[in-house]
């Protein structure tokens, strides 16, 4: 579905994404992992048309899209979540889900009925009238899920989704993932989370100074040496170890 | 009292069409962070154009009305296009300079268009009054209050109502979210810039039909209130403008009748001053100004 080849991103001269090829396949999660600043937003954001890729091709269902402005990727179906969330503070919930919906339907906004939004976010649900700024980390989080999903997307781009929330909201983020993938939505994932996000992917990429150092299948990253020790940490790699059980 | 009373009535007819400037100045700073200083010249040379019409060949005042607003907005597109499209995203500054320089060039044209200096413009009503109890109403400034509070009507509704409205708010809050939701930047500003001129024609319109007369100094005139009218409100406003129109207009009537016409624009300078002094964002702006520092502390 999305194929990354050889791609460059650099920020007046500094370079953060050194020829990254990587590949989403349909229906799949495919997360990258890596520690801060190794460019893991940039690749998204290169995706999303958010920058242009110095280098390098970007292919969506076969066709190029590298070097599109954002908002032709979007109406090619690739929605970011970004890192941050960047909710409309100033406008209520209903008009945050109403924005990204904005391609959709005639001049005139009309109030839908969002049967689906109620089963995936009944939080939200409740607050659609409230400004989005009275919203609580988790809430908001949900909300920029929520206003993702509303532009349509086949490929969603998640940017460290868990960023900021407690332990138990990060957890129903996950899940939440999980009930996305089940209804067939691809997507590729950014996450610092690493444990969590291989549990929840199909394949990953270990992005480090913006070059994939390591990649596979989730099951054969979590069992990697290397990474076990980079990222989870030695008890982490221990627990995670059937023989070595407690 | 009752001066006191009529001269504040007074004062919010003539506020409303600095009210519709301010709007003007506000939509596009939201949306662009930036100010559009040839927007009088703008307003001025579509005047000219009806006014034009008008001198040669005694149109109808509602021709006069039309030509006026139409022309401001397709000079309104030209200035977008020139200084704001053409001059690169991160180069705010450049695109000020450029709107000034492009003020002189609209003021150059709309001179050769009409060389002398002063122009009949033709009134919505011969000028006429009507008594309320002891109060006086100006037939003229009736109609600019009404004219200015439909185009406030017809503003709010496009803003909340429509697509394109949610997206010109969306992107006036956060340019990089409203990016990442796909709204179409180019076109929503150029959006912007076209609802700026619509306001910025019909405020100029009715200014100059309660005038009943245009000067060469009318494009200074209306970018000078207009800017502080959402000065006084506060920048990118909406809310802001009106007020801060009202309360321009309301201060200058009172000055007009207690102090005498030459202290009019003078009390217009003071009012702006008292408020940067005071309260830099402006009555309503506040937490635009402190989100922007917010912003300059995270980088």
């Known amino acids: ?246 | 009292m009752i001066d006191f009373i009529q001269n504040t009535v007074d004062g919010v007819m003539f506020g409303s069409s600095y009210a519709l400037l301010a709007i003007g100045f506000t939509i596009v700073f939201g949306v662009m962070r930036r100010l559009n200083l040839a927007f009088g010249a703008s307003i001025m040379l579509g005047a000219y154009m009806g006014t034009w019409l008008h001198v040669h060949y005694q149109v109808h005042v509602l021709v006069v009305a039309v030509t006026t607003v139409a022309c401001t907005v397709l000079v309104g597109i030209y200035v977008e296009r020139l200084c704001f499209h053409a001059v690169r995203r991160d180069a705010a500054l450049a695109s000020m300079v450029s709107s000034f320089v492009i003020w002189m060039q609209l003021e150059e044209a709309a001179i050769h268009l009409l060389p002398e200096r002063t122009y009949a413009f033709p009134g919505l009503f011969a000028a006429g009054s009507y008594e309320a109890g002891p109060f006086l109403f100006r037939t003229e400034q009736t109609a600019m209050l009404l004219l200015a509070a439909v185009m406030v009507g017809a503003l709010h509704l496009l803003l909340h109502r429509t697509r394109f409205g949610l997206a010109l708010r969306a992107t006036s809050e956060n340019p990089l979210a409203a990016a990442y939701m796909g709204i179409h930047r180019t076109w929503t500003v150029l959006c912007a810039f076209v609802l700026m001129s619509l306001a910025g024609g019909v405020a100029g319109f009715a200014i100059l039909a309660t005038d009943q007369q245009i000067t060469p100094f009318f494009g200074l005139w209306a970018t000078f209130k207009g800017l502080i009218a959402m000065m006084l409100g506060g920048m990118g406003s909406l809310p802001g403008a009106i007020l801060g129109g009202l309360l321009l207009g309301v201060v200058e009537a009172h000055a007009l009748w207690y102090l005498g016409a030459e202290y009019r624009d003078l009390s217009a300078f003071l009012l702006l001053f008292a408020m940067l002094v005071s309260r830099p964002g402006g009555l309503l702006g506040q937490r635009i100004l402190s989100r922007e520092e917010l912003a300059f502390r995270r980088v």
């Open chain 1, 1 to 246: 579905m999305l194929e990354v080849r050889r791609l460059h991103v650099s920020y007046g001269g500094l370079r953060a994404v050194h020829g990254v090829s990587l590949e989403v396949r349909t229906g799949e999660i495919v997360c990258i992992i890596g520690p801060n600043g190794a460019g893991k937003t940039s690749i998204l954001n290169a995706v999303s048309g958010i920058v242009a890729p110095e280098a390098g091709d970007v292919l969506f269902e076969g066709q190029p899209i590298g070097g599109l402005p954002a908002h032709a990727v979007v109406a090619r179906g690739i929605v970011q979540v970004p890192e941050g969330r960047l909710i409309f503070g100033t406008l209520s919930v209903e008009e945050n889900l109403r924005v990204a919906a904005h391609r959709r339907g005639p001049f005139v906004l009309r109030r839908r009925d969002r049967p689906g939004l109620r089963r995936l976010f009944p939080a939200l649900a409740d607050k659609l009238d409230g400004p989005a700024a009275g919203l609580s980390g988790g809430e908001a989080q949900m909300l920029a899920l929520a206003r993702g999903l509303e532009a349509e997307p086949r490929l969603l781009l998640l940017d460290e989704p868990s960023l900021g929330l407690s332990p138990k909201m990060a957890e129903e983020v996950f899940a939440l993932i999980r009930r996305l993938r089940d209804q067939g939505l691809t997507m590729l994932l950014v996450e610092q989370n690493v444990r969590q996000t291989l549990a929840l992917a199909d394949r990953g990429y270990v992005l480090e100074s913006g070059r994939i150092t390591l990649q596979g299948t989730a099951s054969d990253l979590l069992s990697d040496h290397r990474l076990v020790s980079n990222y989870l940490g030695v008890s982490a790699g221990a627990s995670l170890d059937p023989a070595s059980g407690r």
